[in-house]
C-alpha cells in the first residue's frame, strides 16, 4: 500500500521565482492538506483540497495557492518567493466519508531554500 | 493557537515505558486527541487517536482522563528509534476542512 508521496524532495529557488510542489494521496485518499514547518516550529496548515476545490485556508497569503486533480494527487504553488518561504512542506492525505476515517497521514515533505 | 500544553522535553531510558502527558482543559466534547511524532526532518507520523475511551494499537497506549481535560501517551519499550518530537492535537474528527493545529511539542530523548 503506497504512502503519501512528494516531489522533489529538496528544491533551491531565489528570491522572486515561483515553485511548484507536488504530492501524490495514499492510496484510496480523497482529500489533500498541505502545511509549512519552518525550522524549529510545528507544522502549520496552509489549504486543504477537496473535490479540487480549497475547501478551507490558513494564514496564508494569496501566493500559495493550489490545485488538485481528478486523481486525488495535488499541487502547492507559491509565486514571488520570499526568504521567509524558505521550510519543510508537508502534504498529508485523508479519506472524508465514513467514520473514523479522516485521520491525516503525512508524506516526508519537501525542503524549500529562498537564497 | 494550539489548545494542548505539552512538556518541552523529557528522557526516558532504552527499554523503559515512556509518559508523555497532554493538558488539554478546553477540549470540547466532539473533539478527538491525536497523537503524531515527527522524527528530525521527516513526515509527522500518526501514532494514535481516541476520543474518551482508552485506546491501544501497536505502536502505543493512549490514557485519557475521565474528565478528558488530560491524557497520556504511553510507548510501552521506548528503543532509541523512538526518539522525535511528539505532538498531542485536539480536533473534531469526520468533520470536512479540519486541520491539524500543532502546537511546540514534546521532545523525548531515548538513550541507553
Known amino acids: 500500500d503506497a504512502g503519501v508521496t512528494q516531489s522533489p524532495t529538496h528544491l533551491i529557488k531565489t528570491r522572486g521565482q515561483q515553485v511548484t510542489l507536488r504530492c501524490s494521496p495514499k492510496s484510496g485518499h480523497d482529500t489533500v492538506s498541505w502545511y509549512q514547518q519552518a525550522l524549529g516550529q510545528g507544522p502549520q496548515f496552509i489549504f486543504q483540497y477537496y473535490e479540487e476545490e480549497e475547501r478551507q485556508r490558513g494564514n496564508f497569503p494569496d501566493r500559495f495557492s493550489g490545485h488538485q486533480f481528478p486523481n486525488y494527487s495535488s499541487e502547492l504553488n507559491v509565486n514571488a518567493l520570499l526568504l521567509g518561504d524558505s521550510a519543510l512542506y508537508l502534504c498529508?492525505?485523508?479519506?472524508?466519508?465514513?467514520?473514523?476515517?479522516?485521520?491525516?497521514?503525512f508524506g516526508p515533505g519537501t525542503r524549500l531554500t529562498v537564497l | 493557537d494550539a489548545k494542548t500544553t505539552q512538556p518541552t522535553s523529557m528522557d526516558c531510558a532504552e527499554g523503559r515505558a515512556a509518559n508523555l502527558p497532554c493538558n488539554h482543559s478546553t477540549i470540547s466534547g466532539n473533539e478527538y486527541v491525536y497523537w503524531y511524532r515527527q522524527i528530525h526532518s521527516q513526515g509527522p507520523q500518526y501514532i494514535i487517536h481516541g476520543l474518551k475511551n482508552n485506546e491501544t494499537n501497536e505502536m502505543a497506549s493512549l490514557i485519557i482522563t475521565e474528565d478528558r481535560k488530560s491524557s497520556t501517551l504511553i510507548l510501552p519499550h521506548a528503543t532509541l528509534r523512538d526518539t522525535a518530537v511528539y505532538y498531542c492535537i485536539v480536533r473534531v474528527a469526520n468533520q470536512a476542512g479540519t486541520a491539524l493545529i500543532f502546537g511546540k511539542g514534546t521532545t523525548l530523548s531515548v538513550s541507553s
Open positions: 498529508a492525505s485523508s479519506l472524508v466519508r465514513g467514520p473514523r476515517t479522516d485521520t491525516q497521514y
